[in-house]
Each structure stands twice: as C-alpha cells, then as structure tokens.
C-alpha cells in the first residue's frame, strides 16, 4: 500500500487544488452577467448568423482521425517499451493493429475528411451510361390523376387507358 502513496497524496492535492480555485473564484469574484458577457465572440468577429443546427458529417470525420491516432499512441506506446520481450508474437500482433489502424485511417480520408473545399461533384464516365435507360424506360408511372397532361412525367399516361380518369 505504501507503494500507491505517492500517487494518493497527488490525487488529494489535485482535487483540493481544484476545489480551492473554485471557491476562491465565487468568493472573490461575484458573477454579474450583461449581454457583452453573455454573447457569443470568437476571434474578435461578432456572429452574425445563427448557427447550424446540425454539424457536418466532416466535423465527426475530422474527429475520428484525432481517436485512431490517439488510440494507436496509446498501444504503440508500451509496445515499445517490451518490444523485446514479446518477439515475433508481438511485432505480428503490432503490425495487425498497424493495418487495422491504416485501413480505418484511409477509410476516413477516402469519405472526405480532409476536403475543406467546395464540395465535388463526382463526373459519371461516358461508359456507365446506358443511353437505352431514361425515365420513361426504368420508372413505372403510378398515381397520374392530377398532373398536367404537358408534363414530361405525366405524358405517358395516355399508355394506360386503366389509369386515366
């Protein structure tokens, strides 16, 4: 148990230090919040649009590159400290985590975490379409009454005289 003191005494100074700070903080300095306090400010520009009411998938993908690498330091990390001890069963079991962690990373990259630029527009190949495949050819027209008979969706209801009202 003496062997853990050391580490008890710091966790006890840590949440006194933390406990003293706060008090100290209320006692001191009386909390009297005006609309300057309270209003959102970053980098000197006051906002002047809401903000989004959902983040972009990038944010999250930005954020998983930040845990695998976190996650890869935190195994690499006394990898390295036995790596001599462990042999080839441990350079095998490193290298396995090492693909794992890569794939996962290329798979973050691959869906565009890194894009901060405009969003691309993907062009189809020439080859990938079918020019015999239209609208008229893969859409089964269902529940025609009420379009124009001008329409380009609707121009084909003449075909069925069952659905025509």
């Not at 006194?16 to 970053?42: C, D, H, M, Q, W």
């Not at 490193?94 to 894009?115: H, K, P, Q």
């Not at 380009?152 to 009202?165: L, N, Q, S, T």
Request: proline share 8%.
């Amino acid at each position: 148990m003496g062997q853990y003191l050391p580490i008890v005494a710091l966790a006890v100074l840590a949440v006194l230090f933390g406990a003293v700070s706060i008090l100290a903080s209320r006692l001191l300095n009386k909390p009297r919040p005006t609309p300057a306090k309270t209003a959102p400010y970053e980098c000197g520009i006051v906002d002047q649009t809401p903000p989004p009411e959902r983040f972009p998938v990038r944010f999250f993908l930005v954020a998983m590159i930040f845990v695998i690498f976190d996650i890869e330091i935190i195994f690499l990390y006394p990898y390295t400290s036995v790596f001599r001890s462990l042999g080839t069963f441990g350079l095998v079991a490193i290298i396995e985590f090492a693909v794992a962690v890569f794939a996962t990373f290329l798979y973050v990259i691959a869906n565009g975490a890194l894009d901060w630029g405009p969003a691309v527009r993907h062009r189809r190949s020439e080859a990938a379409v079918d020019p015999g495949r239209t609208s008229r050819s893969t859409i089964r027209k269902v529940g025609l009454e009420g379009r124009l008979d001008g329409d380009d969706v609707g121009a084909g209801h003449h075909d069925h005289p069952e659905v025509a009202a």
